[in-house]
């Protein structure tokens, strides 16, 4: 997309980030759109799979879109039980998306097994310059920095909330909304949906939104809380990601500290346990309620349950495995399963510990397959 020259903020501004806004006076209503879909995280080759439609309410309005989906291949090549992982733009993006992945067809995974793990991304965008902010958005912007600048978590409550009730006309206001709602969620203290609303901002920018210096300032907010909230498996993935950015060695250095905490309790023989939330990811009623989890090791258990949490489901390469939720069962993913992903479903604000072993129930290393068995917890 087409770079533009910032107008910069003096101070009040920088407390987010140093992010840089580009003013635009009316949105142009362009007759053509986009639909990119990353389907990188996909191993199976796609027979037909066809673009989502542009929300036709959402084109004349000039509004963009995000959809993070994951979905499984069946053995028969379609596409089975896709959930929403996150999302920017509203339920018409999402249902727009839905549609389109429930008619996709993959080449058939090998016989008698799926292919569980697949995410796409989907992002719909209005043709032509669309990296700028309204004059409304901007407003609304500077009046909730400055009450966090000034330490008025209140006021840029009662902000925040009226400014996702309009939500981001655009992409990059939908990143720069993200960053508000994440910089209120840690003045109040609230560091899961702190946390989400970073992840979201780092996976709908653009390089106009997030420069590279941001991005590296976003990723190392992400690392810390994931960190915080011992949920190692997603931070191993996000402190790779971080040294592979140019310019992160100042951060990488300021959190020298918590690193070398994940790193000594990753090749620990303890207990990791991850603190999980469920929460809807779109932010909006028609999404599923979940939390969503990449673990570091292949053996795990629930405890310290609160709530309604249904059921989990691991997705893995090419098998997955789905129980309800109990207490003092573990449970092992085969190293020949491959990468895993692991869903919890339940209701909005339920709680619970993941917690990943080291070895299964029978004091191995590796599990022959995914069985459950009574334990005690570590």
């Known amino acids: ?6 107008i910069r903020y003096r101070q009040v501004l920088t407390a987010l980030a140093g992010m840089t ?41 000039g509004q963009e879109g995000w959809v993070r989906m994951n979905f499984v291949i069946d053995e028969d ?29 993959f080449e058939a995974p090998h016989a008698g097994s799926e292919s569980a793990n697949n995410t796409v991304d989907v992002r719909f965008e209005i043709s032509g310059d669309r990296d700028r902010a309204t004059r409304n958005f901007l407003r609304r912007y500077r009046d909730i920095v400055s009450d966090l600048y000034y330490v008025k978590p209140e006021n840029a409550r009662e902000k925040v909330d009226k400014a996702n009730e309009f ?34 901002a780092l996976a709908v920018s653009g390089p106009v939104a997030l420069g590279s210096k941001e991005r ?58 991850a603190r999980g939330t ?29 709530g309604n949490v249904e059921r989990f489901e691991a997705r893995c390469e090419n098998h997955r495995l789905s129980a309800q939720v109990t207490t ?12 895993c992903r692991v869903f919890v479903f339940g209701e909005d604000a339920a709680t619970f510990e993941f917690v990943e072993h080291r070895e299964d129930p029978g004091g191995g290393s590796t599990g022959d397959s995914a069985v459950a068995s009574s334990d005690v917890l570590d």
Not at 35 to 58: H, L, N, W
Not at 92 to 98: G, I, N, S
Not at 240 to 268: C, H, V, W
């Open 1 to 6: 997309m087409t770079q533009h020259l910032g």
């Open 21 to 61: 806004l580009t003013l635009v006076l009316s949105p142009a209503f362009a007759k053509k759109f986009d639909v990119q879909m990353d389907t990188s995280g996909i191993a199976a080759a796609a027979i037909d799979q066809q673009a989502p439609g542009f929300p036709d309410g959402k084109m004349r309005g």
């Open 77 to 105: 090549g379609r596409v089975a039980d896709p959930v929403i992982v996150d999302s920017s733009g509203g339920p018409l993006f999402e249902q727009a998306a839905l549609d389109a992945v429930s008619t996709w067809q």
């Open 167 to 200: 939500g981001g006309w655009n992409l990059y206001e939908s990143t720069m909304l993200s960053l508000l709602n994440a910089r209120v969620e840690g003045a109040e203290g609230d560091t899961v949906e702190e946390l989400e609303f970073y992840r979201r």
């Open 216 to 273: 590296v300032e976003v990723l190392g907010k992400i690392l810390k809380l994931e960190i915080d909230s011992h949920q190692y498996g997603e931070a191993l993935a996000t402190l790779s990601q971080l040294r592979a950015e140019p310019g992160s060695e100042e951060t990488l250095a300021g959190l020298a500290d918590s690193i070398l905490l994940l790193e000594n309790s990753a090749e620990s023989n303890e207990a990791m346990v």
């Open 278 to 306: 469920i929460y809807n990811p779109c932010n909006c009623d028609s999404g599923t309620p979940l939390w969503a989890y990449t673990p570091a090791r292949r053996h795990f258990s629930f405890a310290e349950v609160s």
């Open 328 to 339: 003092g069962t573990r449970w092992s993913l085969p190293a020949e399963w491959g990468s």
